[in-house]
């Protein structure tokens, strides 16, 4: 066809049908099929189709053209419609389907293509408008409940396929004994974490989650469904057991804990929760709810575990918080109390009882690793840890550190509860309570960590006792 010449409408029309006719003849599209095989399996056609899309690739005015002409067409019902039954047909074909899976396999064993792919990635991540049309492509998938649904029916019908979940478990075992990809796996973790617009980006969304009535249900769901099923508790187990089991799970925990810069994150994100009225509230509400359930089971201890008393138990530990305080009040009849109260002495009594009540409170009153730090400056001066010793209690409290024969105290305040208006108006009044006892009382709270030179805790030591010294009546210090 000539160049600047417009066909008629007739023409066009005589145009298509011939197209049309063309593509439902079978020989003719054998013919078609056979000769674009044979033209794009030579070396020479490749090579120069790649550099004519190259070519176009660093066209900026051609790149826009095409990225407009692709919305246009995701903007039209129908053709994303004819797509999905494109992709719908070809998935279903077991030839197609290994076929895309065969190139796939293809394509990522070639490093020069993976490279290709990866910097690709890295150019948009690092573009600001890319990242922002991402963002909110994204946001407007999560918003359509339509969406969500489709989503997590895909997962649910993939997830139900025995052959796939035994194939994902296979290659999770595979990934996890390759040293590289754990060290690849900690190497990004590390970089994320270390990252303070990923950890805002996380935290943001995980209070929107939180906040989320919808979110919460379907959480609530899918937590009853895994518990209500019979082999969850041994899979659970055997996982555990599992990981306890694994040398290198050990050792990595082990690297984690003696790292001091993890351990300085760890306090200092405890810190951050503990300041954070929202994360008190919840936390005090599900300690009520797990105290109400302990206290129920606890309450059966030393009762004949008849069906009766194990069909009640059973049902209130499946049923809502109010139900269970309803039944922690009609626990509370005469008859139940007594029956409980004999049955506890009786345990109390035997040598099984007394040796648990006896770990119980020597692992209450175990001083901590900040204290057995703390404790490395003050024993040496005559303080001796009385957190587990009743014969050093002053005024019903025990306290931290003791020197009772110059009638000085020193308590570790680490806890965030000492750091709220009712721990520290607690802490006021004992002192001054212990302080018409004669004992001074020096309070070190949560600055002093183990990374903090035992150097400076002496020092601070040594001029509160030297303070003491000049001053005359005895009062709370360090408050």
Not at 215 to 223: D, N, P, S
Not at 274 to 297: C, T, V
Not at 331 to 354: I, N, T, Y
Request: no cysteine.
């Amino acid at each position: 066809m000539k160049r600047g010449f417009h066909p008629t409408p007739e023409q066009l029309a005589r145009q298509t049908e011939n197209s049309r006719k063309l593509a439902a003849d079978p020989v003719w599209r054998k013919h078609n099929l056979d000769a674009m095989r044979k033209v794009t399996q030579t070396p020479e056609w490749r090579e120069k189709m790649l550099a004519g899309v190259r070519k176009r690739a660093d066209n900026l005015e051609w790149r826009e053209k095409i990225a407009a002409a692709a919305r246009k067409r995701y903007e039209n019902p129908r053709f994303r419609e004819k797509l999905a039954a494109a992709g719908r047909k070809a998935r279903g074909n077991p030839r197609s389907r290994e076929k895309m899976v065969a190139t796939l396999r293809k394509r990522y064993e070639d490093p020069e293509w993976r490279e290709r792919l990866a910097a690709a990635g890295r150019k948009g991540r690092a573009d600001p408008k890319w990242r922002e049309r991402m963002a909110a492509a994204r946001r407007k998938r999560e918003e359509d409940p339509a969406y969500r649904e489709k989503i997590a029916a895909a997962a649910r019908r993939v997830w139900e396929n025995p052959e796939f979940r035994e194939k994902m478990a296979v290659a999770r075992r595979r990934l996890a004994d390759d040293p590289a990809w754990r060290e690849t796996m900690a190497a990004a973790a590390r970089r994320r974490s270390e990252n303070p617009t990923w950890r805002r980006s996380v935290t943001t969304a995980a209070r929107k989650r939180i906040g989320d009535p919808v979110w919460q249900a379907r959480y609530r769901e899918g937590r009853r469904k895994m518990i209500e099923r019979p082999d969850w508790k041994e899979i659970v187990s055997r996982a555990g057991r599992k990981r306890s089991a694994n040398p290198v799970w050990q050792e990595s925990i082990r690297k984690r804990s003696a790292n001091p810069e993890w351990r300085e994150h760890t306090v200092e994100a405890a810190r951050n929760r503990a300041m954070n009225p929202e994360w008190r509230k919840h936390s005090a509400e599900a300690a009520r709810i797990s105290g109400q359930r302990a206290r129920l089971s606890g309450s059966l201890k030393g009762i004949p575990k008849t069906p009766e008393h194990l069909a009640k138990l059973s049902a209130i530990m499946k049923t809502s918080p109010k139900a269970i305080a309803q039944q922690i009040r009609l626990s509370s009849d005469p008859e139940f109390l007594a029956r409980r109260s004999a049955a506890l002495k009786v345990w109390h009594a035997s040598p099984r009882g007394k040796a648990q009540l006896a770990k119980a409170r020597d692992s209450s009153t175990r001083p901590s690793r900040t204290e057995l730090y703390i404790g490395q400056v003050l024993e040496p001066i005559g303080f001796r840890f009385a957190g587990n010793q009743s014969a050093y209690a002053i005024a019903g409290h025990r306290p931290d550190f003791v020197d009772p024969i110059n009638k000085l105290v020193v308590e570790y305040d680490g806890h965030y509860t000492h750091r709220l208006p009712k721990g520290r108006a607690a802490d006021i009044a004992l002192d001054a309570e212990r302080a018409t006892l004669g004992y001074r009382t020096l309070r070190i709270g949560p600055e002093v960590t183990l990374r903090t030179p035992l150097d400076n805790i002496r020092e601070r030591v040594r001029k509160w006792v030297r303070s003491i010294e000049k001053s005359a009546p005895p009062g709370p210090e360090g408050v």
